[in-house]
C-alpha cells in the first residue's frame, strides 16, 4: 500500500478572448488542479467547477479535502473505488483523474496500454464559435475553418437565427450542431427545429431547461436531440432515453474517468449516440477525455484553443485535428 498525499491548489488562466454562453460570460477561467504524490512519482487531475450546478472553487476545495480525508492511509491505486463514496462533482473528478496519472506512471504504462486500446496519432473535434456579433461570429468559424463541425452557441431566441443563416452561407457544406445551453422557450421550441431543419442542422444541444424534457418526446424529427444539462452523470441515462438521441459526457459531470468510462459502456447499451465534452479548462483538464474519444461519435475538445496561454506540454491542434496529449501531461 502507498501512503500518498493528496493536494490540490486553484489557478487561473486567461482567455485569449471573450467567451459567451447563453447564461454567461467569461474572460478568465478558475481551475482546481489536484496532485497526488508519493514523494517520487506524482499524478495530476484537472477540475473546472460550475456555476449552473451551484459549485465553487471552494466548495470543491472542500470536497476534495474531505476525499483526502478518508482515502489517507486506506488508499492505493488500485482502490480506485473507495471514490465511490462520494457523489460525482469535479472533486471526484480531478481526484479520480490524478488517481488514473499516478498509478499509470507507477506501472510505466500509458492510457491506451493499460485499456488496450489502439492509439491514434490524432483525434477529430468540432470548434466552438460562441455567442457574439455577426461579424466577430464568421471571423471565428473563418478561424476554424479546417474543423470539420462547428457547434454554434445561441441564444435560444429566433433573432439568432441570422447569424447561423449567414454562418451555414458561408460554410454549405460544414456539419453544423447548435448549443442553446437551455435557453430556448417551450413556446419557440417547434419556431426553432424549423429553422434548425430548414438550415440542415445535425443536432441541437440541450434546447430546453431539463424539466421540458418530455415535450421532445412528442418531436419527429431528423435533429438529433443531445442532452448535456439534463445527463450529469451514469444515474440519468435511462431517466433521459426517451427523449434524447445523444448524451454529451463530461468528465466533470460524470466524477472522473472511471465513470465517464461506465457511461459510455451504458450509453451504448440504451442506443444513445455519445459526445465526449469538456467545461473551459486547460489541457490537462480534457487530456484523460480523449480516451472517451474511441467511444464517441462526436467530439467536443476544443477547450484550450481559447485559453491565452495554456500549460507546459499542452495538447496541440492541427488541421481541424487534436493530437494526442503527452505522458508527461498526463496518462
Known amino acids: 500500500m502507498h501512503k500518498l498525499d493528496i493536494s490540490c491548489k486553484p489557478e487561473k488562466f486567461l482567455l485569449s478572448d471573450s467567451f459567451t454562453i447563453s447564461r454567461s460570460k467569461r474572460n478568465i477561467i478558475k481551475v482546481l488542479k489536484v496532485t497526488i504524490s508519493d514523494g517520487i512519482i506524482s499524478g495530476y487531475g484537472e477540475c473546472t467547477p460550475n456555476k449552473r450546478y451551484n459549485q465553487s472553487i471552494s466548495g470543491e476545495t472542500q470536497k476534495i479535502k474531505e476525499i483526502a480525508?478518508?482515502?489517507?492511509?486506506?488508499?492505493?491505486?488500485?482502490?480506485i473505488k473507495l471514490l465511490e463514496q462520494f457523489d460525482p462533482s469535479p472533486a471526484r473528478s480531478a481526484v479520480d483523474n490524478a488517481i488514473w496519472d499516478y498509478k499509470l506512471k507507477?506501472?510505466?504504462?500509458?492510457?491506451?496500454?493499460?485499456?488496450?486500446?489502439?492509439?491514434p496519432d490524432s483525434i477529430?473535434?468540432?470548434a466552438t464559435i460562441?455567442?457574439?456579433?455577426?461579424?466577430?461570429?464568421?471571423?471565428?468559424?473563418?478561424?476554424?475553418?479546417?474543423?470539420?463541425?462547428?457547434?454554434?452557441k445561441l441564444k435560444g431566441?429566433?433573432?439568432?437565427?441570422?447569424?447561423?443563416?449567414?454562418?451555414?452561407?458561408?460554410?454549405?457544406?460544414?456539419?453544423?450542431?447548435?448549443?442553446?445551453?437551455?435557453?430556448?422557450?417551450?413556446?419557440?421550441?417547434?419556431n426553432y427545429i424549423s429553422i434548425c431543419?430548414?438550415?440542415k442542422i445535425e443536432m441541437i444541444e440541450q434546447p430546453m431547461k431539463p424539466e421540458f424534457d418530455k415535450l421532445l418526446g412528442k418531436i419527429k424529427s431528423k435533429i438529433i436531440f443531445c442532452a448535456d444539462e439534463s445527463c450529469k452523470n451514469i444515474s440519468d441515462i435511462l431517466g433521459i432515453n426517451n427523449y434524447y438521441g445523444a448524451i454529451n459526457i463530461k468528465l466533470d459531470k460524470a466524477g472522473g474517468l472511471s465513470d465517464a468510462l461506465n457511461m459510455c459502456h451504458y450509453a451504448k447499451?440504451?442506443?444513445l449516440l455519445i459526445m465526449t465534452g469538456c467545461m473551459m479548462c486547460t489541457s490537462l483538464g480534457i487530456a484523460p477525455a480523449q480516451i472517451l474519444a474511441t467511444y464517441s461519435n462526436y467530439v467536443d475538445l476544443d477547450a484550450p484553443l481559447f485559453l491565452a496561454e495554456d500549460r507546459n506540454n499542452g495538447i496541440?491542434?492541427?488541421?481541424?485535428?487534436m493530437l494526442i496529449a503527452k505522458k508527461i501531461l498526463w496518462g
Open 106 to 119: 507507477k506501472i510505466n504504462k500509458s492510457i491506451w496500454e493499460y485499456l488496450k486500446i489502439e492509439k
Open 157 to 190: 431566441i429566433l433573432s439568432d437565427f441570422k447569424k447561423l443563416t449567414k454562418i451555414r452561407e458561408a460554410y454549405p457544406k460544414k456539419n453544423i450542431i447548435v448549443d442553446a445551453n437551455e435557453a430556448i422557450s417551450p413556446e419557440n421550441l417547434m
Open 130 to 152: 460562441d455567442i457574439s456579433s455577426l461579424e466577430k461570429m464568421l471571423t471565428k468559424a473563418n478561424k476554424f475553418k479546417e474543423y470539420k463541425t462547428f457547434k454554434i
Open 316 to 321: 496541440s491542434y492541427e488541421s481541424g485535428r
Open 269 to 271: 447499451e440504451n442506443d
Open 124 to 126: 477529430k473535434t468540432m
Open 197 to 199: 431543419e430548414n438550415l
Open 69 to 79: 480525508k478518508l482515502l489517507n492511509n486506506k488508499f492505493d491505486c488500485d482502490n
